[in-house]
């Protein structure tokens, strides 16, 4: 079935995705793109009246990193979702993986390995976290190499893990796009922010995380996420990654083919 009049709304205040391979792609599956470019645009897209959505689309894509987006607007995710707008990821999980604490502690329960961790005052730290710590933001995924001691907040609680030994000091990402999946290394993030922008498109040799990050994704409904190990551990999950590359069209259309298998329950 050909599909002419599937409109994505795309939320990407930050502009960090390929505009034209985005472009480029949906509009060769015959899948209409609305992307406010400021927040005063997105606001009027979203705006109802009664709960009445005059120009509804058929998705809402979520592809923003900035922290101070979600609370405002979560309440606009919430009201398109109960209008019958599919968000994509879910609101759900969006807020779950924003908050490290309630990420691992999801994770743990279906059973994925992650690091030790520690929720609470900033004077209580235990000593067998080790010397070194990592320091997470409460929300999102701002991370920070630290000696245990020398944490003192002010904005107690605070939430901290065990330093995951990582001695060639890079971090395997796996991207997850629908049923495509590939990867890509980058140093670590705690010594350097260089990144690889070779993919991996053959999994072969990492089966043990393509198979983790496959779990996560069908347990928590996510359509897209990428997935951080260091070795076996997961690090991070973020469900708005950046999966799009100039060069690299399949997870585009693999997103896009998702939309179109979908549209009827939109």
């Not at 009664?50 to 987006?69: E, Y």
């Not at 990420?103 to 235990?126: C, D, E, Q």
């Not at 990144?195 to 990492?206: A, E, Q, Y």
């Amino acid at each position: 079935m050909t599909h002419s009049n599937v409109t994505v709304l795309v939320i990407d205040l930050l502009n960090f995705l390929d505009t034209r391979l985005v472009d480029q792609v949906f509009d060769s599956m015959r899948i209409r793109v609305i992307r406010p470019h400021n927040r005063k645009a997105l606001i009027e897209v979203l705006s109802h009246t009664d709960g009445q959505w005059s120009n509804r689309p058929d998705f809402i894509l979520v592809l923003n990193h900035s922290q101070d987006i979600l609370p405002w607007l979560a309440p606009f995710l919430a009201y398109a979702e109960q209008a019958g707008t599919r968000v994509v990821n879910p609101l759900s999980a969006i807020q779950l993986f924003e908050h490290p604490l309630a990420r691992n502690m999801s994770l743990k329960r279906i059973g994925v390995r992650v690091p030790r961790f520690y929720f609470g005052s900033s004077a209580t730290i235990p000593s067998d976290l080790g010397e070194t710590v990592v320091w997470k933001s409460l929300c999102g995924h701002q991370t920070i190499r630290c000696a245990r001691d020398g944490i003192h907040s002010f904005e107690d609680p605070v939430y901290v893990e065990e330093l995951i030994p990582n001695s060639d000091r890079r971090v395997l990402t796996i991207y997850g796009i629908n049923d495509c999946f590939y990867g890509r290394w980058k140093e670590d993030a705690l010594q350097s922010k260089k990144k690889s922008r070779k993919l991996i498109t053959d999994l072969t040799v990492f089966q043990t995380q393509l198979q983790v990050a496959q779990q996560i994704g069908e347990h928590f409904s996510l359509i897209f996420l990428n997935v951080e190990f260091i070795n076996d551990v997961v690090v991070d999950v973020n469900t708005i990654a950046n999966f799009f590359y100039p060069d690299h069209q399949e997870p585009v259309r693999a997103l896009g083919q998702w939309i179109l298998d979908h549209v009827s329950a939109g």
